[in-house]
């Protein structure tokens, strides 16, 4: 190990992700990696970009020559940077585990340049301070990581790319989302950054594709024989992608009262998990092969009819002596804002596999519960032998596998059973694989997987631009109705399980929410 800062390094690569995916794994040993975090002084890097470098760190997971550098308006020492850091730092091992030493040696890594996001001559300055760091390495590549405003994206990826790219390796930019607000913004905001930028160097995050259980659907879906032959409209019933949180927008009311829930969650993540868990299996696992296979999906997509969208927006509710704001108390959000905070909406996919089979997406804020799962609810079994033996509601006696993305990941699958004892008589059992009974390990943050994916290169988690295209082409139609005829969302207390309207839109086909 050489010496950095007075200090052994320890920090060893790993290719591990690489080899999984038959992907070469790049040479670090003569390579020096900057990681530029554009944005520094904002919520999105102390909360998850930091942590996420510091747990990958810890974990030996970045390469041996690496540095991390802050950059944005505010003005900070490298000192005041790396507090800042470590503020928000939370090491997710376990209490027994060590990191103190591993953090001292991670900040001193890590460095501030403050400058302005369309000043090609600080990003120059700030080029000239990696170059410094990068020195005596045979290459240096680059990550920026924009966790800025989207309506600097583009002034940033010019400057970054005419002024700070590497001069002797690959600089890749990751961009966060949202990435346009329909069709229209989005079409332009890719033409400017095309200007600046390949398509081979852009990471479009969307952090869901990092969670380990939408990792994992592939796996359940394309190596057990089990589920394949069912996954279809001859057995499936209906999809439900239900995600709430129980939290109202304390704090982003700004930002949200422009986007509004269906482009914050339904637009991204759930319609990811849709394409993913509706795709065919793709020719391999290559990025271009799986992004290929979601892409036909988006394009399948039957145009959203505004009767299969609900919408509501949560009020104040006080209860048992606490009073929870109303989205319309937030003073950051105009008065009167009509901006959705929940959403239901029925989409179908018009193919072979899933032709009348309703997905059913719910997403809303301050809700009773946080949770994002994936429920998906088979047909009734024909000529069931033991209709009437069930101890329980025959509506509710289907089979439904359940993929819990979070809190507790967890797979289980609903199957009906005998009770055991003399007598017949079924009830409902879970046959359980919950993670945190299963596997005794700390999962890694979404944010992590995501970071390591473009170090290594590898664009399977990242979005490609014909997907926003298919899916901001799926959703402008019904955002525009929305707008232009000002449609009043239906009010919800704090808390409660969302307007009773999403109850009605599962009922039209057949429904139940799980
Ligand atoms: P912030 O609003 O905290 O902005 C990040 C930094 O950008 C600020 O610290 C500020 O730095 C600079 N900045 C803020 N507003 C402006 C402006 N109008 N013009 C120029 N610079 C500005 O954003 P977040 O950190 O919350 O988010 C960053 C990106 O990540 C956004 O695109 C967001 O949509 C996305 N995102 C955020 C999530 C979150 O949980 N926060 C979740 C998912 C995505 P300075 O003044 O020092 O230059
Ligand atoms: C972000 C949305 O993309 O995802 C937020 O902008 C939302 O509104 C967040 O709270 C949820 O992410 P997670 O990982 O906490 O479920």
Request: a neutral charge; charged letters at 25%.
């Amino acid at each position: 190990p050489e010496q950095q800062n007075g200090r052994q390094l320890t920090s060893t690569p790993s290719f591990s992700n690489m080899q999984a995916y038959g992907l070469e794994p790049q040479d670090w040993t003569k390579s020096a990696l900057s990681i530029v975090v554009v944005g520094a002084s904002g919520d999105l890097a102390r909360k998850k970009i930091y942590p996420s470098l510091f747990a990958l760190y810890n974990d030996g997971m970045l390469p041996e020559y690496f540095n991390i550098f802050g950059y944005a308006r505010s003005k900070m020492s490298d000192a005041e940077f790396r507090e800042y850091i470590a503020s928000g730092l939370t090491c997710r091992l376990s209490n027994k585990d060590e990191c103190g030493d591993k953090l001292e040696e991670f900040l001193d890594r890590c460095f501030y340049h403050a400058g302005q996001y369309s000043d090609s001559k600080d990003f120059a300055a700030l080029s000239e301070r990696m170059a410094a760091k990068e020195e005596g390495r045979k290459k240096a590549d680059r990550i920026f990581y924009l966790s800025i405003p989207p309506s600097i994206f583009t002034q940033v990826a010019a400057c970054a790319s005419d002024a700070a790219s590497s001069p002797s390796g690959w600089t890749r930019v990751i961009v966060e989302k949202p990435f346009g607000r329909d069709l229209e913004s989005f079409r332009e905001l890719s033409e400017e950054l095309n200007q600046h930028l390949t398509e081979d160097q852009m990471y479009r995050i969307d952090h869901y594709l990092g969670k380990e259980l939408i990792e994992n659907l592939t796996v359940l879906r394309f190596a057990n024989l089990v589920f394949e032959p069912l996954w279809s409209r001859q057995f499936i019933r209906n999809v439900q992608v239900i995600f709430s949180e129980d939290f109202g927008t304390e704090g982003r009311g700004g930002y949200f009262d422009e986007y509004g829930i269906i482009r914050d969650v339904i637009q991204n993540h759930l319609l990811q998990i849709v394409a993913l868990f509706a795709m065919e299996q793709p020719v391999s696992l290559d990025a271009e092969d799986i992004r290929n296979e979601k892409v036909k999906v988006l394009k399948s997509m039957r145009k959203i009819d505004m009767d299969d969208v609900v919408i509501g927006q949560y009020r104040g509710r006080t209860t048992k002596g606490n009073h929870y704001p109303g989205y319309l108390d937030d003073k950051t959000v105009p008065p009167g804002s009509l901006c959705p905070t929940f959403s239901a909406v029925a989409m179908f996919i018009n193919n072979a596999r899933w032709d009348g089979v309703p997905f059913l997406l719910k997403a809303g804020k301050a809700l009773h519960s946080r949770r994002a799962e994936i429920r998906v609810q088979f047909r009734h079994v024909p000529g069931n032998l033991y209709r009437n033996k069930l101890g329980v509601d025959l509506d509710r006696a289907t089979n439904e596998l359940v993929i819990r993305i979070q809190p507790n990941e967890a797979i289980y699958l609903k199957v009906n059973n005998k009770v055991p004892g003399l007598g017949l008589r079924l009830d409902v059992q879970k046959l359980d694989l919950t993670y945190k009974s299963i596997y005794n390990k700390h999962l890694p943050d979404a944010y992590e997987r995501l970071i390591l994916d473009v170090i290594n290169g590898d664009k399977r988690l990242f979005i490609r631009n014909d997907e926003l295209e298919a899916a901001w082409g799926l959703f402008t139609p019904i955002l525009q109705e929305i707008e232009e005829k000002q449609i009043a969302p239906e009010l919800y207390p704090y808390g409660s399980r969302g307007p009773v309207g999403a109850h009605y839109l599962a009922a039209k086909y057949g429904v139940r929410w799980g």
